[in-house]
């Protein structure tokens, strides 16, 4: 099992930066990949950012690649979200999932999610 807990999220101003944290726990947490979805009201869930366990490759939707930084500290079971240059359409709730198998991309290749944490960005 592996218990994951966001935190980082707040209110912004368009522009501004946010960084997300995401703690894992369970011993078998270093064996999974690490990816960021969210989720704004009335849209689906979509694919944010993330990592693998083994080499560090990242995976980026193109609305945050160049603005948005995925990154892992396994020492601490941790990986961050470095938001940059934020838009009012970046607002929702945001999750973080632990990977298995199957594409990065994809919800179902995830076996384990957080709470997720709020971000809102104002105009």
């Known amino acids: 099992q592996v218990q994951l807990v966001e935190s980082g999220g707040g209110l912004v101003q368009a522009g501004g930066s946010l960084r997300l944290s995401c703690a894992a726990s369970?011993?078998?947490?270093?064996?999974?990949?690490s990816g960021w979805f969210r989720q704004a009201p009335g849209k689906e869930r979509e694919f944010v950012a993330a990592i693998s366990w083994d080499y560090g490759t990242t995976y980026y939707a193109d609305s945050v690649r160049g603005r948005f930084t995925i990154s892992r500290e396994n020492a601490k079971n941790t990986v961050y979200l470095q938001m940059n240059s934020l838009k009012p359409e970046d607002t929702a709730l945001y999750y973080c999932?632990?990977?298995?198998?199957?594409?990065?991309?994809?919800?179902?290749?995830?076996?384990?999610w957080g709470q997720g944490t709020q971000v809102t960005v104002s105009s």
């Open positions: 999932a632990a990977h298995s198998s199957g594409s990065w991309y994809y919800a179902d290749a995830y076996d384990y």
């Open positions: 369970g011993r078998s947490f270093g064996s999974y990949g």
